[in-house]
């Protein structure tokens, strides 16, 4: 019995130290696996430079006359000729003078392209030339009226600036006469009173209410950015005052 009991630690002993043995193994392969890659140090790939470049061939430009390019060497300075540049042969040592003293100053009277009296190419035509043709619609600048411009006595009212009240009369008011006086005027363009007619009202109003519009004075009344002469009409009220 004590064969049997030593029998059976020495068989556990054996056991344990195979379970060891075993889990040392797996922990050495899983370290091997883990730290062999660190180890190795790749060499970093090499970059090779490729150059090059899309290019674009343009195409030949025309042969340029030989007479032209012996007159470009000759002045010594590029020349332009449909558009392309002729560069000069010899470069001069000695910058280009230019003597403009027989050259005439443009006219006023020149006509630009598209500008009337403006300075540019002679190919145009001036102010006068274009007035007087008539398939060119030339806008031209608003003339002003010759007769009076009838405006409405509410829109003059507001181009009163001076406003005489007239003096009534004290037979009228005595009679205990009223009413409303309607006068026809022409305010010139300085803004004074003319041709003051009477259109209705009580004769014993009459002359006080055209004494007074006599003395009244308008800003002068614009069409087209001009002060022009206006027909209107005034009214001049008489109200009896007290009992």
Known sequence: MFQEALFESSRSARSKTATMAAFFLQFVAVALVLIVPLLHIATPPQVRLITGALSFVAP??????ASDHVQAAQSGFSELLNERVLLPQVIPVHPA???????????PFAGGNGILGGTGSNTGHNVAELLARTDVNVVRPPVAPTHPVTVSTGVMQGFLLKRVQPVYPAWAQAARIGGTV???ATITREGTIENLQVIS???????????AVRHWRYRPYLL?????????????????TGS
């Open 60 to 65: 030949p430009p025309a042969p340029v006359p």
């Open 97 to 107: 003078q230019i003597h403009d003293d027989n050259v005439a100053p443009p006219s």
């Open 201 to 211: 009202g009580h004769p014993m109003l009459v002359g006080a209410a055209v004494d």
């Open 182 to 184: 309607v006068l026809s």
């Open 224 to 240: 087209n950015g001009q002060p022009v002469e206006v027909e209107t009409q005034i009214v001049v009220n008489f109200t009896i």
